[in-house]
């Protein structure tokens, strides 16, 4: 209980951040892996407790982007698909790189996002058909956050999903040209 109430506490301060976001971040390489990493550990009881296992599928890639954001964008992410995905199953984890930029995948092996819910997930104060259930405790408020610090840092989020089978959040990181070319 103390962790969930923590993890409200933090969404709250992102969400009084958002506006002064260009004064709070910095931008610089990192290895995407050094960012998931602690906050995937985070996340062991949880895991521990719903007896899920997890697996990172892809080698490591460096990313242009703020570490401290999207550790929250990620963890925001991996709570969801923790809450949604019944004990005992597994969530995959995959770094993909192609030329237009590299993409970080959580698939849960959950209940999935119904159809007519998923156009509005990232929508502030959302909770869905999902959501409303009893034992979820959901806000509405983290997928919004992460949509929308996403949108700062120039990541696209994208989501899929299917009832029964499942949802793949994807992190989309840009290859930005003008940082690449050579002079």
């Given amino acids: ?31 995407l892996k050094s960012i998931i990493q602690p906050v995937i550990r985070s996340q062991a009881n949880y895991f521990i407790q719903k007896n899920l296992r997890y697996e990172i599928i892809g080698e490591d890639q460096r990313v242009l982007t703020d ?10 992410i991996l709570s969801n698909a923790i809450k949604y995905t019944p004990d005992h199953r597994e969530i995959i984890i995959s770094i993909e790189k192609n030329q237009q930029g590299i993409s970080l995948a959580i698939k849960d092996s959950g209940i999935g996002i119904p159809k007519e819910d998923l156009s509005r997930i990232f929508d502030k104060g959302f909770t869905g058909s999902n959501g409303r259930l ?18 700062k840092l120039g990541i696209q989020l994208l989501a899929e999903s299917i009832v029964g089978e499942g949802t793949t959040m994807t992190l989309f990181f840009p290859i930005l040209n003008f940082y690449n070319e050579k002079r």
Avoid: M, N
């Fill in 1 to 31: 209980e103390l962790a969930k109430i923590d993890e409200y506490v933090e969404q709250v301060l992102y969400y009084a951040r958002l506006d002064s976001f260009s004064r709070d971040y910095l931008i610089q390489e990192y290895e």
């Fill in 67 to 76: 570490a401290k954001w999207v550790a929250f964008i990620f963890k925001q």
């Fill in 134 to 151: 009893s034992k979820t405790h959901s806000t509405g408020l983290g997928l919004y956050l992460a949509k929308s610090l996403a949108e």
